[in-house]
């Protein structure tokens, strides 16, 4: 399968600001870097296998949660493209 082109909702932007401006407030400059790398990671591997992630019921997504920290990354896929919507915090409630 074809990598598919990856598109970030602009709230999914303020998303990864707000969880680096937190970290680095909180953590230091270390943990955001790490926790910056691994949800990249996570969002490569979802161009690269993008069914990877469970459908939701509730709304046209598709969810991957980042396994060493406590986010989840809510995506759209179309033919061309993986639209990365939003990633939160697993405590947050997810859009509908």
């Known amino acids: 399968m074809q990598k598919k082109r990856l598109e970030y ?6 998303d990864l600001r707000r969880i ?9 400059t270390d943990v955001t870097a ?3 790398r691994e949800i990249g990671n996570v969002i490569l591997q979802i ?7 469970r459908k939701l019921e509730s709304a046209p997504y598709r969810q ?12 759209r896929l179309s033919p061309a493209a993986v ?6 915090h697993q ?3 997810k859009p509908r």
């Open 9 to 14: 909702f602009a709230s999914a932007r303020r």
């Open 47 to 53: 161009t690269e296998q993008p069914e990877i992630g």
């Open 64 to 75: 991957l949660v980042v396994s060493q920290y406590p986010f989840v990354i809510l995506y």
């Open 83 to 88: 639209s990365i919507i939003r990633v939160l």
């Open 34 to 36: 790490r926790i910056g």
């Open 20 to 28: 680096a401006e937190y970290y680095i407030e909180v953590a230091g």
């Open 91 to 93: 405590a947050q409630k």
